[in-house]
């Protein structure tokens, strides 16, 4: 433990440290690394009894700090003092193969940065995306219909991955981008290996190859792109411009561009699966989002942009399942001050988190959490008088997820595409596990059945 002392009115007064926060280390050398990647919710909810809303636990080779409730989300995520740094926060875990990625930047560096790649999500280049989606969607969903019965989850991540080859880099999505792909799915696995160095046959290994080939082809597309009009995301950040005409550097895209597809990829994957998974649990609810769907009266299912706030039980829908099983579990960042926070010392350099997870499943919170009831998000079921806190899947503040709206608009053209046409139907009796960390998926896949309507 390090003591220094300060002089202060005479009195020698101690330095604060993290040891002073209550909590415990856990087993010897990996504290409770493998609890946290095993049940991150009981391990929480274990040091949440034993030590209140403020405790410290050990994993990954460094202490840390939970704080739990709406009010330390807010107060972490708002963060209206400037006390943490993202950067430093996730660092640790995709410093190495996301670097300068946007939620890897702070402060005003970071504010620069997202104003021009706020750019690229407007509604004129969200139009663009948008009709990529509904241009490949069709087929991609006719052949899950063929096939009948299979794994969802493997399904929906190549179905995201074929999406990323059109919408992120303007390819056509029938081109062979499985080294791109392999490149992506490397780095993503090697952000949360325990081996932290890239000794060979690691993944950590695999994931540095992949940043490697990535980058050199990321490089060599830019000149093409510079100057182009094009409705890919690649060719919309070559050209973004804030209002005072900043831009961004060849690296810098590639940085963006690398955290990017990173950051929409597993996250879009996890998030149609749970809602899946809930929906084939709830016929009920599958019927009232398709005649919802149906009653827009689209034309070959295509979702024109004008109608995507029309769907609204879709939404209710979509956020309940966000609300059970967020995909990015938690939140973490380092304290780059000392800070004051429920009559806790956070010393400076300290590494902080809230956890989604821990918030969206809080019975003080939430009235029956397990059960999934999207009527939750109206406004007659809280949704107005509920602590805007208390459900945090796209974070909040300076930080908040830029791509929350794509993510509302590719779940609803996936539904749209879907639902007027199939049943999705669950194995009988079915239970399965999801996996928390690093995302949240389904440890069986989740085998469905589409079953077709007359
Ligand atoms: C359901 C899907 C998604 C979820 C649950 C999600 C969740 C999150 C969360 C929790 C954060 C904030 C992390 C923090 O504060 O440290 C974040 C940041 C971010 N997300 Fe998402 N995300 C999703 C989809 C997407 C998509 C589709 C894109 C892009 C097309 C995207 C782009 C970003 C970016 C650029 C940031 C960093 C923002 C910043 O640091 O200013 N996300 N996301």
């Known amino acids: 433990m390090s003591v220094s002392t300060v002089t202060k009115d005479k009195k020698s007064v101690r330095a604060p440290s993290v040891f002073d926060i209550p909590g415990e280390t856990g087993m010897p050398l990996f504290g409770h690394t493998f609890k946290m990647l ?48 993202s950067e430093m926060g996730w660092n640790p875990y995709l410093g190495r193969l996301f670097p300068r990625g946007l939620m890897l930047l702070d402060f005003n560096e970071h504010k620069g940065h997202r104003h021009i790649m706020a750019t690229a999500f407007k509604t004129g280049p969200m139009k663009g995306y948008l009709e990529r989606l509904n241009a490949e969607m069709p087929k991609r969903i006719a052949e899950w219909g063929k096939t009948g019965s299979f794994q969802f989850y493997a399904a929906i991540k190549k179905l995201s991955l074929d999406m990323a080859t059109t919408v992120f ?47 050199n082809f990321l490089m060599q597309e830019i000149p093409k792109r510079r100057g182009i009009e094009q409705s890919d995301i690649f060719s919309q950040l070559c050209n973004a411009e804030d209002d005072d005409g900043n831009s961004f550097s060849d690296q810098e895209i590639v940085d963006h561009m690398i955290f990017l597809w990173m950051a929409a990829h597993d996250t879009v994957t996890s998030s149609v699966t749970t809602l899946v998974y809930e929906l084939g649990k709830s ?67 300290t590494i902080v988190g809230v956890s989604a997870v821990a918030s969206h499943r809080d019975p003080d919170v939430w009235d029956d959490p397990d059960k999934f009831d999207p009527m939750r998000f109206s406004p007659e079921g809280g949704a107005k008088t509920r602590h805007r806190f208390a459900w945090i899947p796209f974070g909040g503040g300076a930080h908040m997820c830029l791509g929350l709206h794509f993510a509302y608009m590719q779940t609803k053209v996936i539904m749209a595409h879907l639902l007027p046409h199939y049943d999705i139907e669950l194995p009988k009796n079915y239970q399965t596990e999801f996996q928390i960390m690093p995302i949240i998926k389904p440890v069986d896949g989740l085998p469905i059945t589409l079953k077709a309507r007359a």
Do not use: C
């Not at 303007?170 to 000794?199: C, E, F, H, Q």
């Open 38 to 85: 095993k049940d991150p919710v009981s391990l929480g909810a274990y040091m949440r009894r034993k030590y209140g809303d403020v405790y410290r636990s050990y994993s990954f080779f460094r202490h840390s700090v939970s704080m739990h409730g709406p009010e330390a989300n807010e107060f972490l995520l708002m963060d209206r003092e400037k006390n943490f740094s």
């Open 169 to 215: 880099l303007g390819l056509d999505p029938d081109t062979d981008s499985s080294k791109i792909n392999k490149a992506l799915t490397d780095m993503v696995s090697a952000s949360m290996g325990i081996v932290r160095v890239p000794l060979p046959g690691t993944i950590m290994a695999r994931g540095v190859k992949g940043r490697k080939f990535m980058v």
């Open 283 to 349: 016929p009920e609810w599958q019927e009232k989002l398709r005649g919802e769907i149906k009653a827009l009266g689209l034309n070959s299912d295509s979702l024109p942009y004008e109608k995507i706030n029309d769907l609204v039980l879709t939404e209710y829908a979509f956020k309940e399942s966000l609300r059970k099983n967020p995909p990015v579990p938690a939140t973490p960042r380092m304290t780059v001050r000392d800070v004051e926070f429920m009559g806790h010392t956070l010393p400076k350099g």
